[in-house]
């Protein structure tokens, strides 16, 4: 059986992906039969697998449902003469930077690492309040009990336990913030959740306790004057807990307000429950305590939200001071797979542009740094003007090494199909022309792009000119001069690239060369066209084996207008075996600008009907 064979591999893929992940290794040492190329292979493509998955979910939620439903409402021909809205994606609440890498987005890198360190300092000092308290509970009911030969009370006990699982808890808390483990923000924010959490149910077992034994009376008169001191002696470690929440917590202040606002409650609602259940007060009493602890929990929630709300606004201000070189930096855009980019300014010319800098918890990783500037050197070479430009490129005096590029105020065409449905052929035709442009450029530097999605061309306005397309993104760029070398970037990997776009030779590990990219962009076609890439199955594993052996359904099955030349050029560049494709995207532009639509697409810059959405 030959060893890449695609029909073979496809079958083994299948068979592979349905086992249990224990048993995959057994059956591709088996089924390989001793040849190594084929192990490989298969690995690479069983390892692809959940790499995959998530992309297809998001595919599935996001761009098939809203397409289907854009068919059923009959709505291809009012998005035929559209631009792009002058609105933010609605359904993400916030912009987009360009060159974001598809759905890899989290903004919380630089929030994760400040709330990390502010979780450890709150955990320390809990430590040292929980041991304290712990020494004092000991000391004044225990100890004394034990001395003079009478009973522990079973409360005492409890709270003895309910002190010692506190301290332990914190100090458990404060490890694991302490390792040197990463910890995603959503780890964080749940671990913030539950340290609240324990202090206030431990507070509030204290209330119910003390309440229970007439102990919160002792020490004052039932009068107006003792229960302003009551309320206020009940509150203190309250007020602590919402300030100290408030300014210690990175957040914004709506989210401030709601945390604050259900521990502010807390201990209102809780007296009240006590009162009912155990007595104590009566009703003038009862309202004087409850309006009074009110008040503190107003005056401690104030405190709390005005301080969350200006500390943010100070840590923004500290960005913008923020400079790298001759740029100063003005604000987080997003983060992809292996850095951040941030809106910054030239000091000098005032021209806005996109810095994208290594993200500072990876720094420390040489291939993450072999590649990032690889990105670079690709990228700063092509001058095509459908390549995004990259101006500038440095080290800060910490070592980060960061890139300065045009800054591209658009929507990428997944976002533009997500929104408007598919586009009409004579777009399609205009918009692909543009990105044969810019790769046969990268193919006659001898660069592969290896990444050719949706995700990663940018529609934009430039100069006046409507539908300017940008291909972005060279991180996983292949020099062919050097794709036989074992470098930091290359050696070992076992898949690299977008599964739903990937050519059958990108998936198998085999070389590939220009005629891979033109699969890509031929993929990217049918996207634009049907709304949904060539191959989408149940699972990642099956998409990879459809683009390996299984017959793409032609465009014109799913949207009857698609124009019978564009639909050939398109099946073309999707041909299983590379001789069958065009040997050049020169020769795709030809054959592109060859289609009886193109005319019509042309002049669709010159259009002033729509505006573009500015994510900036």
Known sequence: MPSHDPDALGALLEQAAALPPDERAAYVDKASNGDDDLRETLTSLVLAHDAAAEYFERITEQIIGPALAAFAADNAAEASHGRLENTVRPDLGRRLAPHEIGPFIDHGGAT?????????????????????????????????????????????????????????????????????RPLSLQTLRTLEVVGFSSVTACEIWRIVVTWRAGVVFRYVTADTLGMMLLSARQCLTWFTLIVAYGVFIPNTWRRCALVVGLLAATPIVTAAICNAVFGGLDGKLLSTYLFNIAMWMMYAGALAIYGSHRIDVHRNEALEARELGQYRLKRLLGAGGMGEVYLAEHLLLRRQCAIKLIRTDRAGKPEDLFRFEREVHATAALTHPNTVHVYDYGHTDDGTFYYVMEYLPGLTLEELVREQGPLPASRVIYLLRQICGALSEAHAAGL????????????????????????????????????????????????????????????????????????????VGYFLLTGMPPFLRAGAAETAAAHLRASVIAPDQIRSDVPADLQSVILRCLKKTPNLRYHSTAALEAALALCKHEADGSNVNADDSGAFGLHG
């Open 112 to 180: 994760a690492q400040l709330l990390r360190r502010r979780l450890l300092t709150l955990a320390v000092v809990f430590v040292a309040i929980a041991g304290l308290g712990t020494t004092l509970f000991l000391w004044s009911q225990v100890l004394p009990a034990l001395r003079d030969g009478m009973p522990v009370r079973p409360a005492v006990w409890i709270g003895l336990t309910l002190y010692a699982l506190l301290l332990t808890g914190t100090v458990v808390f404060a490890f694991v913030l302490r390792s040197p």
């Open 448 to 523: 592969i792009h290896r990444d050719v999605k949706p995700g990663n061309i940018m529609v934009c306005e430039r100069g006046g000119v409507h539908d300017v397309a940008k291909l972005l993104d060279f991180g996983i760029v292949q020099w062919r001069a050097i794709a036989d070398e074992e470098t930091p970037a290359t050696a070992r990997v076992a898949i690299a690239g977008t599964p739903s776009f990937m050519s059958p030779e990108q998936i198998t590990g085999a070389e590939v060369d220009e005629r891979s990219d033109i699969y890509s962009l031929g993929s």
